[in-house]
């Protein structure tokens, strides 16, 4: 038979603390959820905290932004067309499925996020799909073969 009572535990440090300060410390009760509109549809979608973010005012929390998306599946493609270099200073291995997957990820990103970037957004996405496609024509005209492997 199953306990019905929860068998985790919270540990609370109260060593030193007055009445007064504990009773400031316990957290309010949150707000109650909006009640479901009337038409059937869901609220727009907000962040994390449940508002959208005004454009250019950086997270609270400090987190990833958009560019730290398109750097990172750029830096993937670029790892995937051998253009970064391993620490013991061998060049990684050349991938070509992998690099147009990632490509063709960014280029999906470009697609849908049209017209809802700044300029600076749209700049980097731009320019770095361009040149990931030039690197990627290379390498598929340099003789490399699909997985790495060279003719």
């Known amino acids: 038979m199953a306990d019905p009572e929860d068998k985790g535990f ?3 440090d109260k060593r030193g603390r007055t009445d007064e300060e504990r009773e400031k410390e316990k957290p309010s009760a949150p707000p109650p959820p ?7 549809n869901r609220a727009e979608p907000g962040g994390v905290h449940g508002k959208k973010s005004p454009d250019r005012e950086p997270s609270p929390m400090g987190g990833p932004a958009f560019l730290d998306l398109v750097g990172m599946l750029q830096l993937g493609a670029m790892a ?3 253009m ?3 620490p013991g200073g061998k060049r990684t291995p050349v991938n070509l499925p992998s690099a147009k997957d990632s490509i063709d990820i960014l280029a999906v990103l470009q697609e849908k996020t049209k017209g809802n970037l700044t300029t600076e957004e749209d700049e980097v996405l731009r320019e770095g799909l361009y ?3 030039m ?3 290379a390498a598929t005209k340099s ?3 699909p997985g790495g492997k060279d003719k």
């Open 10 to 12: 919270k540990v609370v």
């Open 34 to 40: 909006e009640p479901p509109k009337e038409d059937g």
């Open 80 to 82: 995937h067309l051998g």
């Open 84 to 86: 970064i270099q391993e």
């Open 131 to 133: 040149h990931l496609r």
């Open 135 to 137: 690197a990627y024509l």
């Open 143 to 145: 003789g490399q073969r």
